[in-house]
């Protein structure tokens, strides 16, 4: 696996790294290691890491809460409401999709709370805030818009554009090949 050493951490080279999460085992040796020194995070200054990990802890805690809301708003409707009302088809269909929804909503903000939670221990690791792909810092705006980002603006714009370049290939390779057989 090839890449590059930027400020002790491991980039590998544009494109390579797609579906993989973490840099290979050996750009984590001795020379690359990211340890955390009190507040301060090697390669990191200690303001830039103590703003983002408030920023991270204050998001992680607002989407706590409002999962918390939320279920006990589905207990509520579902001990109170539920069983003591009649309902015909249409409003017990239409609760159904009500409640599809709320579980849905919930199991979304579970998702990023999971996120967010893998970007602190990136940030106790020392790569949070970096582009996976190019190395450079990843704008406070779009951290503070998207919390778990892992790429820059730029670099997950490429990315988008090869995925759509991709799968407007796989359309016509699979268009061509049913018009053949056809």
Known sequence: ?????????????????????SP??????ASGAMATNGTRVKGMSSVRYEELKRMLEDRRREIMSEVHEK?????TESGH????EVFDQGESSEADIQEDIEFALIQMKAET????????SRLEEGEY????ECGEDISEQRLRALPFAVRCKDCEQAR??????????????????FDISG
């Open 160 to 177: 988008e554009n090869a995925l759509q370049r991709d799968r407007l290939l796989a359309q016509r390779s699979s268009s061509l090949f």
């Open 81 to 84: 409401g539920k069983m003591s």
């Open 129 to 132: 805030g970096y582009c996976y």
């Open 24 to 29: 290979p085992d050996d750009a984590k040796g």
């Open 1 to 21: 696996v090839s890449g590059i050493r930027k400020n002790g951490r491991f980039f590998a080279s544009r494109g390579q790294r797609q579906g993989s999460s």
């Open 113 to 120: 709370l999971t996120r967010i939670n893998e970007a602190l």
């Open 71 to 75: 279920i006990r708003d589905v207990r």
